[in-house]
C-alpha cells in the first residue's frame, strides 16, 4: 500500500532533550517535506527537500534540522526542543515539486 | 513573508445547502490546491489549479484559479455529512516547493 509513514505518533519530552521524528514513503517520491499545525494557524511548512541531499528552508525553519540521505526518509530533528515547538506534525512526499503531496497520519509532540 | 487569507473561518451549513469558501492573497501564485483534512487524518488533496481562469470540478466540488493570480475558491454541492472537516487552499509560489497554507475553513454539516 502506498503511504507515507511517521514515528513517533505521539511524544512527550522535557525541554532541550534531542529528538527525531522519522518520516518514510514508499512511492518513490522525490519530493519531500514537514509541516507543522497549530490551532488558528493552518499549516505552515519547516523544510522541504526537492531530491536526495537538496533540502530548503520553508516559513519556520528556526529550531528544526532535516537530512534526506536517501529518497524514502527524511528525518525532522529537534536538536533542543522548546515549549513553542508544542504542536502537530505532518511529514508530506509528491512525485517532484510541492503539487499532489500525500500526508502522514502526523505526529504530536509535547514539550514540557 | 506570503500569507493567504481564507474567509470564512467556519461555517454551519444544512444538509442539501451549497457552500463557497475562497483565499485572497497580495502575492501571485503559479498553482492553487484545495485540501481537506478529516479529524485525526492528514490533509488530503481535492484539487490542484494550474492557471489561471481555470475551473476544475471534481465530484459536487467545483473549485477556480482568479484571474489575477492572488485568488481562488472552492464550491461545494449539495452538501452531505461527509462533508464535514476543515478545508484549506494551499498557494505554490516561484520555488516549485514552498508551499503556504490559508488557515482553514471549517466546515460542519447539519443533517
Known amino acids: 500500500e502506498a503511504q507515507v509513514t511517521q514515528n513517533p505518533r505521539y511524544l512527550i519530552t522535557v525541554t532541550g532533550k534531542k529528538l527525531t521524528v522519522t518520516c518514510s514513503q514508499n512511492?518513490?517520491?522525490?519530493?519531500m517535506s514537514w509541516y507543522r499545525q497549530d490551532p488558528g494557524l493552518g499549516l505552515r511548512q519547516i523544510y522541504y527537500?526537492?531530491?536526495?541531499?537538496?533540502?530548503d528552508k520553508g516559513d519556520v525553519p528556526e529550531g528544526y534540522k532535516v537530512s534526506r540521505k536517501e529518497k524514502r526518509n527524511f528525518p525532522l530533528i529537534l536538536e533542543s526542543p522548546s515549549p513553542n515547538q508544542t504542536s502537530l506534525y505532518f511529514c508530506?512526499?509528491?512525485?517532484?515539486?510541492?503539487?499532489?503531496?500525500?500526508f502522514g497520519p502526523g505526529t504530536r509532540l509535547t514539550v514540557t | 513573508g506570503q500569507q493567504l487569507n481564507q474567509s470564512p473561518q467556519s461555517m454551519f451549513i444544512q444538509e442539501g445547502e451549497d457552500v463557497s469558501m475562497n483565499c485572497t492573497s497580495s502575492?501571485?501564485?503559479?498553482?492553487w490546491l484545495w485540501y481537506k483534512q478529516d479529524p485525526g487524518e492528514g490533509p488530503v488533496l481535492l484539487i490542484a489549479?494550474?492557471?489561471?481562469?481555470e475551473l476544475t470540478s471534481n465530484g459536487r466540488l467545483t473549485a477556480q484559479f482568479g484571474i489575477t493570480r492572488k485568488d481562488s475558491f472552492l464550491n461545494i454541492s449539495a452538501s452531505i455529512p461527509s462533508d464535514v472537516g476543515i478545508y484549506f487552499c494551499?498557494?505554490?509560489?516561484?520555488?516549485?516547493?514552498?508551499?503556504?497554507f490559508g488557515k482553514g475553513t471549517k466546515l460542519s454539516v447539519k443533517p
Open positions: 508530506a512526499s509528491s512525485l517532484s515539486r510541492a503539487v499532489r503531496q500525500y
Open positions: 512511492m518513490n517520491h522525490e519530493y
Open positions: 527537500s526537492m531530491n536526495v541531499e537538496v533540502t
Open positions: 502575492s501571485i501564485f503559479n498553482t
Open positions: 489549479l494550474y492557471k489561471a481562469g
Open positions: 494551499a498557494g505554490l509560489a516561484g520555488s516549485q516547493g514552498n508551499l503556504i
